[in-house]
T-cell receptor, first 113, second 113 residues
């Protein structure tokens, strides 16, 4: 069935360093790829998304890249800050997929001051 | 706007009891959904609704019922609680079901003894 693999499961970086989280999806019909940030005790919050007609998208310190041929997409956070510490989830959805997101397993990011 | 509101925030049940998890949104979103989050497994879709009066099953629907009588509300019912249903439950909504950002509530933490 449809599957999204996310790596690494934990990531620890020093403040100011960059962090990269990678996801691989199995369904070639996937067309929409959001990233969510989840802080402790809260629900996931969308931080950036990308559609398959775009290879890269950037929003300040956050960027996402997509390689549809390889079925990979990645989240890049530059100049990390302690408030970036959270669990990050990638997800994939088909075109007109009925809102049915398939989530990765999550990455716990820790940014050390 | 309150966004997506879930009640209760915490609940402890005994095996075999029934209960309803409430979800309400004030953004006039057509699409609503329920996910469960378990350690190391990301979020998995339970049920979803593309509009009032329309519901459908997601990835893990067994043991749960839903209804959507209004645009605003999408309750999730556990008919006979089982320990395997111990989880954190998240409700989400989006403008439509077609590759749109989904807005999540802060979750209901449910323990089944």
């Amino acid at each position: 069935g449809e599957n999204v693999e996310q790596h690494p499961s934990t990531l620890s970086v020093q403040e100011g360093d960059s962090a990269v989280i990678k996801c691989t999806y199995s369904d070639s019909a996937s067309n929409y790829f959001p990233w969510y940030k989840q802080e402790l005790g809260k629900g996931p919050q969308l931080i950036i998304d990308i559609r398959s007609n775009v290879g890269e998208k950037k929003d300040q310190r956050i960027a996402v890249t997509l390689n549809k041929t390889a079925k990979h997409f990645s989240l890049h956070i530059t100049e990390t800050q302690p408030e970036d510490s959270a669990v990050y989830f990638c997800a994939a959805e088909r075109s007109f997929g009925g809102g049915k997101l398939i989530f990765g397993q999550g990455t716990e990011l820790s940014v050390k001051p | 706007n309150a966004g997506v509101t879930q009640t209760p925030k915490f609940q402890v049940l005994k095996t075999g009891q029934s209960m309803t998890l409430q979800c309400a949104q004030d953004m006039n979103h057509e699409y609503m959904s329920w996910y469960r989050q378990d350690p190391g497994m990301g979020l998995r879709l339970i049920h979803y609704s593309v509009g009032a009066g329309i519901t459908d099953q997601g990835e893990v629907p067994n043991g749960y019922n839903v209804s959507r009588s209004t645009t605003e509300d999408f309750p999730l019912r556990l008919l006979s609680a089982a320990p395997s249903q111990t989880s954190v439950y998240f409700c989400a909504s989006s403008f439509s079901a077609a590759n749109q950002p989904q807005h999540f509530g802060d979750g209901t933490r449910l323990s089944i003894l």
